[in-house]
């Protein structure tokens, strides 16, 4: 009798280590929560995404994930590390290599028997390590038949980006990895980054319609510093007529042909097919002034949103074929993006600030049987989090020099005594792509106080009265109480996290020209 309960003990113990949790991360670049119709916002009704937001109604939508340094490489670098940009050394996307000697979660995860893999974007400047199977773009990576970096070297395919990398997500999870071991799966996409060029058939998606703008795309900048007025990311000046907005007739530099060499003929052919009218009668029009702006978001916003499309999909993709496949149970599935992005908001594109759009990013997390559908969460979390959240699922320990906090207790509805009450953030490479000033910052949920530090200039917002962060209240005297203690929530979080006093200096490139937009394009 003993014997056979020891039998019974040990296949539930063998079955409960075969049943770790699979871990699905579906990542993006530049994908701002305003373009995920599960968090609402002026885009859901003409751009929904589905399947992004089948994920918040099986599991949970956070409305305040903050990235700590919103910018590519650092953010990717805090997920794997579970740190600072400061402490794993990876502060700006043009300076530094990712240190992959390092611990990292995809490496924890290998020591309990998971098998990893990454495919997409990774823009870290190094070649992954921790994974079992690596395909990743060379650094931004192309749309249109992407070249990969693999172990066994380069290799070119023909497609769409955003559904080549699907593929061979959908691929190594079918027939390429062991499936005696969990796994833990990074699927990151290069879309929707810039340039924002969607797949072949979507290139006419949208066009009967008309994106909804936002109440600050005319943003005078007043009543804010001068790190808001003196960026280099207007769609009025610094987006770019041909390489960014597709209109080959303003094709001076060549940028736009060059990018167009990838594509094969009948890709060009359709792109032509697409673009050629629309262009042609901008050209007779000839908008000018506001016009023109307005022109420019719309065909900034379709294509952004195009590109998105194509991100829904991969995603209804991946999980469609977990249910299939008897895999969806036992998959956590988490969605999330580098950070965040300028949708028209403030006059703007691409991110950098600690203002709200690129400060927040979207997680979405689905856990069938551990988190209750259609839950929404509050509390600040981060992107300093995923990593111990990964480990918490799989069962392992926090290593004590990691610096989030895991998210399993959230998830699974608990009340979590000790959550943060503020979020610690630091942007550093100025001089550089957008000119936007370094600056560190504390955001406690309400009160956000921001010091450019360069130019020795504080900004603080009330985002309850002015959740669009117009109207810096630093020097109003009824705010003096926040300052104050936001100041020294500031230095506290700086000891907590270790930020050393002299890292701000020292991380720009000085050898790099940036090339500086002062002149908008248009029609005389
Ligand atoms: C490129 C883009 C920039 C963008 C950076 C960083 N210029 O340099 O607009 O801010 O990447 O983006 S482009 O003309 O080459 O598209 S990040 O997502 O990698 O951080
Ligand atoms: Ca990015």
Request: hydrophobic fraction near 35%.
């Amino acid at each position: 009798m003993k014997k056979i309960f020891m039998c019974v003990l040990a296949a539930f113990a063998l079955t409960a280590v075969a049943e770790k949790p699979n871990i699905l991360f579906i990542f993006t670049d530049d994908h701002a929560t305003q373009a995920v119709s599960a968090y609402g916002g002026r885009l859901k009704d003409v751009a929904p995404t589905p399947h992004l937001d089948s994920i918040a109604k099986e599991g949970m939508l956070f409305k305040r994930c903050m990235v700590t340094n919103s910018i590519c490489g650092p953010s990717r670098a805090t997920i794997l590390t579970g740190k600072y940009s400061h402490l794993n050394g990876f502060m700006t996307n043009e300076t530094t290599r990712f240190d992959g000697s390092q611990q990292t979660f995809p490496k924890l995860l290998q020591k309990l028997g998971y098998q990893t893999s990454v495919i997409g974007k990774w823009h870290l400047g190094s070649e992954p390590t921790g994974f079992d199977h690596w395909e990743v773009l060379p650094g931004q990576g192309s749309y249109y038949n992407p070249d990969f970096k693999t172990p066994n070297g380069k290799i070119k395919v023909e497609g769409y980006c955003t559904e080549v990398v699907t593929d061979k997500a959908l691929k190594w999870l079918h027939q390429q990895r062991d499936k005696s071991k969990p796994f833990m799966l990074m699927m990151q996409h290069k879309a929707p980054h810039r340039d924002w060029s969607p797949a072949i058939k979507y290139l006419n998606a949208y066009d009967d319609v008309t994106i909804p703008e936002p109440d600050t795309l005319f943003d005078s900048y007043e009543g804010r510093g001068r790190a808001a007025k003196e960026q280099d990311m207007t769609i009025h000046v610094t987006m770019q007529m041909a390489s960014d907005l597709k209109v080959k007739e303003f094709d001076r530099k060549g940028r736009l042909a060059r990018k167009l060499k990838r594509m094969t003929p009948e890709q060009l052919k359709a792109w032509d097919a697409a673009y050629g009218p629309k262009n042609a009668r901008l050209i007779k029009d000839k908008p000018k002034g506001k016009d023109l702006i307005r022109w420019k978001y719309q065909r900034y916003l379709k294509d952004y949103l195009r590109c998105i499309k194509s991100v829904d999909e991969s995603a209804g993709r991946v999980l469609k074929y977990l249910k299939e496949n008897d895999l969806e149970k036992n998959t956590v599935v988490i969605y999330s993006s580098d950070q965040g992005f300028y949708l028209g908001e403030h006059g703007w594109f691409d991110k950098r600030f600690m203002y709200d759009e690129s400060y927040r990013t979207p997680l979405l997390i689905k856990w069938p049987g551990k988190v209750k559908p259609g839950s929404i969460n509050s509390q600040l979390v981060s992107n300093l989090d995923f990593a111990q959240t990964f480990l918490e699922i799989a069962g392992a320990e926090q290593p004590k020099d990691m610096q989030g906090m895991s998210l399993v207790p959230i998830l699974k509805g608990q009340t979590v005594q000790n959550w943060r009450k503020t979020h610690y953030y630091h942007y550093y490479e100025f001089p550089g792509w957008h000119m936007v000033q370094r600056h560190e910052g504390v955001y406690d949920g309400r009160y956000k106080l921001m010091y450019f530090y360069d130019i020795d200039e504080w900004e603080l917002y009330d985002l309850h009265s002015d959740p669009k962060e117009m109207k810096n209240q630093y020097n109003n005297p009824e705010f003096a109480a926040e300052v104050k203690r936001l100041k020294e929530e500031l230095n506290s979080l700086r000891a907590e996290h270790k930020v050393p006093e002299n890292v701000i200096k020292d991380v720009s490139n000085p050898d790099k020209k940036y090339v500086f937009n002062d002149k908008p394009e248009g029609f005389e």
